[in-house]
């Protein structure tokens, strides 16, 4: 099976990004699978391949009371190819982000601009992963706190 190379970025269009150190999680929320299905996700990866992810998800798992409570339920991953982005578009994707972002999640200690300059100064994909990591939402604050990020939007 083909699937991004770590570390990778993940996100969803003009709503949010963090980066994956690790596998994603087999694990998610119901508010995360609405959100998914909604507004696709996909990964840029560390040899700058672009991915869709891919939510497969047994409904069932998802009763009323773990959408009540929102709990956390087994999903299934995988990676479709998507098509081919250069650092310079997925860069314009990140800004992107960051200009749709409320809350300042990615700008706490620099100003968006700040941000935005220095994510364009990134060549390579592994420099622009390591930038987007050191913003700060990493898979465990999306694990933690993605509920929270979520509800804002």
């Known amino acids: 099976m083909n699937s991004p190379t770590l570390p990778y970025i993940s996100y ?24 998914v299905r909604k507004h696709r996700s996909f990964v840029y990866d560390a040899n700058g391949k672009h991915w869709e992810e891919i939510w497969t998800v047994d ?34 994707i ?12 990615w700008c706490q200690w620099m100003t968006h601009g700040q941000v935005k300059r220095r994510l364009r100064r990134q060549k390579t994909p592994g420099d622009l992963i390591c930038f987007a990591g050191d913003l700060g939402l990493t898979e465990f604050n999306r694990e933690v706190y993605g509920d929270q990020i979520e509800q804002t939007k």
């Not at 269009?13 to 609405?34: D, N």
């Not at 990140?94 to 999640?105: E, M, R, V």
Request: net charge positive; with cysteine.
């Open 12 to 35: 969803s269009p003009k709503r949010q990004f963090c980066v994956c150190v690790t596998p994603h999680s087999s694990r998610a929320t119901w508010l995360a699978v609405k959100h």
């Open 59 to 92: 409904d069932r798992a998802f009763g009323l009371f773990a959408r009540m409570f929102n709990l956390i339920r087994p999903i299934e991953f995988s990676f479709t190819e998507a098509a081919p982005i250069t650092v310079k578009e997925m860069t314009k």
């Open 94 to 105: 990140l800004c992107a982000i960051i200009d749709n972002d409320p809350d300042d999640l």
